[in-house]
């Protein structure tokens, strides 16, 4: 039991750089919620509440949702990228507002990185729907073939995804 909700806790929703700055938007804790409910398993929050300073610190967008908390970074751990994504756009909220995606991928130390969705809500349902990957916004539909031919990848080989 969370005191966010009832599986969501404020301190995995804090900025990592330990300001205090923890209070997710309403509404992205209500769709995080749904989306639990959907996959009947726990959303590992990568990150959630981001304060300027440490936006910056980490290369974050300017205009991140995560500033004003209206974004979370997750995973479920046990469910491929592609089903969590599945899921994700069955949530009004999320397909309304928006869903980055994060593939795995290794980094010049050899460390994986990635592997988890952005998902975002928006204040103005009206906005375009969108899939973000590698910075372009794209088709919720090509989201899906490019998570698609990750599976592909992932199933030809014995590469383990870490988080
Ligand atoms: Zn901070
Ligand atoms: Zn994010």
């Given at each position: 039991m969370g005191n966010l909700s009832p599986h969501f806790d404020s301190t995995e929703a804090a900025?990592?750089?330990?300001?205090?700055f923890d209070t997710p938007k309403c509404r992205l804790i209500v769709a995080l919620e749904e989306l639990r409910g959907d996959i009947h398993r726990p959303l590992k929050v990568n990150c959630l509440c981001r304060c300027a300073k440490h936006n910056k610190a980490i290369g974050?967008?300017?205009?991140?949702?995560h500033l004003t908390a209206a974004a979370a970074d997750v995973r479920a751990p046990g469910l491929s990228l592609l089903a969590l994504f599945n899921r994700a756009i069955c949530v009004k909220a999320f397909f309304e507002g928006g869903i980055g995606v994060y593939p795995p991928w290794k980094d010049s130390k050899g460390k994986w990185r990635g592997n988890f969705l952005h998902l975002e809500i928006r204040?103005?349902?009206?906005?375009k729907r969108f899939a973000v990957y590698k910075g372009d916004s794209i088709p919720f539909s090509e989201a899906l073939d490019i998570l698609k031919e990750i599976e592909r990848l992932k199933s030809s080989t014995t590469v383990l995804i870490g988080g």
């Open positions: 900025c990592h750089c330990g300001c205090g974050g967008h300017v205009n991140s949702f204040d103005n349902p009206k906005h």
